[in-house]
Nanobody, 114 residues
Framework: QVQLVEAGGGLVQAGGSLRLSCVVS????????VGWYRRAPGKQRELVAR???????SYADSVKGRFTISRDNAKNTVYLQMSALKVEDTAVYYC????????WGQGTQVTVSS
């Protein structure tokens, strides 16, 4: 059974930083593309960042230069380093993996205060 478990969310002031992590179990993590999505209140879920098995990355325009996605295949973990956080980054952040199907974590709340 594939499981994705996120951690690292919380409350931070604007301009601050947080690092999210997502541990994947039950799958061959190293061969799969993994990513982070977010859903802000009243908005649709959107892609934040994605990293392929080969390490290629892509980002939403709104987070380029501020967020960095990385992965540690030895730990079956994907990270999202978030810096220069803005109030509009407030959302529930979800880990996502493209395997035999699409897998999702339960989400972690990130709240950025002004």
């Amino acid at each position: 059974q594939v499981q994705l478990v996120e951690a690292g969310g919380g409350l931070v002031q604007a301009g601050g930083s947080l690092r999210l992590s997502c541990v994947v179990s039950g799958s061959i993590f190293s061969i799969n593309t993994v990513g982070w999505y977010r859903r802000a209140p009243g908005k649709q879920r959107e892609l934040v960042a994605r990293i392929s098995s080969g390490g290629s990355t892509s980002y939403a325009d709104s987070v380029k230069g501020r967020f960095t996605i990385s992965r540690d295949n030895a730990k079956n973990t994907v990270y999202l380093q978030m810096s220069a956080l803005k109030v509009e980054d407030t959302a529930v952040y979800y880990c996502n993996m493209l395997g035999l199907t699409v897998y999702w974590g339960q989400g972690t709340q990130v709240t950025v205060s002004s």
